[in-house]
């Protein structure tokens, strides 16, 4: 197969993955299927190498998974195909080995791939709009406007907020002015709204925290373009859309974050004083993680298999209306267990320090400085929220892990020789 037709598979499993943001399965199977296909047509010698020890521990955790699942069959589970379904759903982490050698082949786009998102955002605004009425839950105050998994539309809106943030500026490069000026401003004036009318306090929290951390990392540059007559004008823009989406979702906001951040009773020290009802989410979850703690102790080395968080939580007539137990460290203690918990830590350690050292090496103005802002921004963001939800239960969720993951590999390799 020639170059130009690998390189068009692989923007079509870019552009796929990305449609998963709609809250669709489909697109990421389909996505999936072209990943390896472009990873089986492409030779070898023209495939970008993995850090080696990145791939050990990829085939350390595959082979405890697999280990698991033919433990689980062999001690006579049920339903074979879901306990198979459930595995696979962690094992699909592992997509972002693949997927970063297929986006290190696309390094030229990188800029116009990672505004992709945010047009996947804006599609799944406009299929929850009537056409004839011109109608939409979008600015609405409706806590499910966008689907049952509105805290899942809230990280898709999250993270292509700040994807637009990030690389507005090398697509004001690429394209006409006039052109992109009038889709940046459509796009994000959309895409914001999104993020507030989620109702999804955690997305506010990582946004507002990936946004200190990218003027930490531009604050010798920031302050000389705030003295501009443009910096200026930006400032103002910036300030007035921040205030009139505050005042058009205020009753969402002091519904979901005011009235509860001056609930005392919700951020006791004593468990015992803290309430399990349902709308009182701190509470709520803290609960939830102390019921997967105390499981985690039963079974510490191999844990309950995955999935099995599920079954676990119906044994609480308090719990049962969760799939999960809206903490990612804790689920995945008790699901995997300390053997399958230890080489992913690992994994996720050996991706923060190629990120680390590559952005340490990079010119102020290297193409690739964005994306280091980027995955360091979204990462530690990303980490903060996986204290209050788990990433792993839905298509749509797992993309954007695997996409920071791969991410951070193509990023890595960009600053190691190839193979020859």
């Known amino acids: 197969m020639s170059s130009s037709r690998r390189q068009q598979l692989a923007i079509a499993a870019w552009l796929l993955f990305c449609w998963t943001w709609r809250g669709i399965d489909g697109p990421f199977i389909a996505g999936t299927l072209l990943c390896i296909s472009w990873f089986a047509l492409t030779p070898a010698k023209l495939r970008p190498r993995l850090p080696s020890m990145a791939r050990s521990l990829a085939w350390i955790w595959l082979l405890l998974l697999t280990g698991s699942l033919a433990l689980r069959l062999w001690q006579g589970e049920i339903d074979a195909a879901r306990t198979l379904e459930r595995h696979l759903e962690w094992a699909s982490l592992l997509l972002c080995l693949p997927f970063a050698q297929l986006l290190l082949s696309l390094r030229p786009y990188w800029p116009l791939l990672f505004a992709f998102p945010a047009l996947a955002v804006v599609a799944r605004v406009v299929s929850h709009t009537d056409i004839d009425s011109l109608t939409t839950t ?49 796009t994000g004036l959309l895409v914001a709204q999104s993020l507030v009318a989620s109702g999804s306090r955690l997305a506010l929290l990582a946004l507002f ?74 509470a709520r979850r ?60 690992a994994f996720v350690l050996l991706l923060c320090m190629h990120v680390w050292r590559a952005q340490a090496s990079l010119k102020p103005d290297s193409p690739e400085r964005p994306v280091a802002s980027f995955l360091i921004a979204g990462g530690l963001s990303l980490g903060l929220w996986s204290f209050g939800d788990v990433m792993v239960t839905h298509a749509d969720w797992r993309f954007p892990v695997i996409w920071l993951g791969a991410l951070a590999l193509a990023l890595s390799m960009t600053q190691t020789p190839e193979k020859a």
């Open 138 to 186: 979008l600015f609405s105050s409706s806590l499910q406007g966008f689907g049952r998994y509105h805290v899942a539309f809230g990280l898709q809106a999250y993270l292509a907020t700040l994807a637009l943030l990030v690389f507005s500026p090398a697509i004001w490069r690429r394209w006409p002015k006039p052109v992109c000026a009038v889709l940046l401003l459509a």
């Open 209 to 282: 925290s990936a946004v200190l951390v990218l003027l930490w990392r531009g604050r010798r540059t920031i302050w000389a373009m705030l003295c501009s007559r443009r910096g200026a004008i930006s400032l103002g823009l910036a300030a007035l859309l921040m205030a009139t989406l505050a005042i058009q979702n205020w009753a969402q906001i002091e519904k979901r974050v005011v009235n509860v951040a001056f609930d005392t009773s919700v951020y006791s020290l004593d468990l015992s004083q803290l309430p399990r009802d349902k709308d009182v989410y701190f």
């Open 286 to 345: 803290v609960h939830l993680s102390t019921f997967g703690l105390s499981h985690f102790t039963d079974r510490p080395l191999m844990g309950h298999g995955p999935g099995a968080v599920r079954e676990l939580i119906r044994q609480d007539p308090d719990f049962t209306a969760h799939g999960h137990l809206h903490n990612t460290y804790v689920q995945t203690l008790v699901e995997l267990g300390l053997l399958g918990s230890l080489p992913l830590a």
